[in-house]
């Protein structure tokens, strides 16, 4: 699951695991845009550049990369009450390559 630059989302009982690498995606920018993002590298839950989230009551495990990875300055992320298992990179929060 990729957010990419929105505000104001909330993901609620979700349940994600395996996630596996995938090719390239296209993710959707605005009501009217899709754009594509690049290769997806298993994460379970991945916030690129977005503010205001909310990640409450899921639960994820055994995913190829990280279990939440929040990238390229994001703001005012909130977990909350998750389960995560069976992953040795469970989460990256504020990274940025600059």
């Known amino acids: 699951m990729t957010i ?3 505000t104001n989302i909330i993901i609620h009982r979700i349940h994600k695991h395996d996630c596996k690498p ?3 995606a296209k993710v959707r920018s605005s009501l ?3 754009g594509w993002r690049t290769i997806l590298d ?4 991945s916030i690129f550049g977005g503010n205001h989230v909310w990640v409450d009551h899921c639960s ?7 279990l939440i990875d929040a990238i390229m ?6 977990l909350s009450n998750n389960y995560m298992t069976y992953d040795d990179k ?4 504020g ?3 600059t």
């Open 32 to 34: 009217r845009q899709y």
């Open 42 to 45: 298993g994460d379970g839950v």
């Open 22 to 24: 995938g090719g390239h």
């Open 95 to 97: 990274h940025s390559d």
């Open 73 to 78: 300055g994001p703001a005012a992320i909130t």
């Open 4 to 6: 990419q630059y929105v």
């Open 90 to 93: 469970v989460m990256v929060l």
């Open 60 to 66: 994820l495990s055994n995913c190829e990369d990280w």
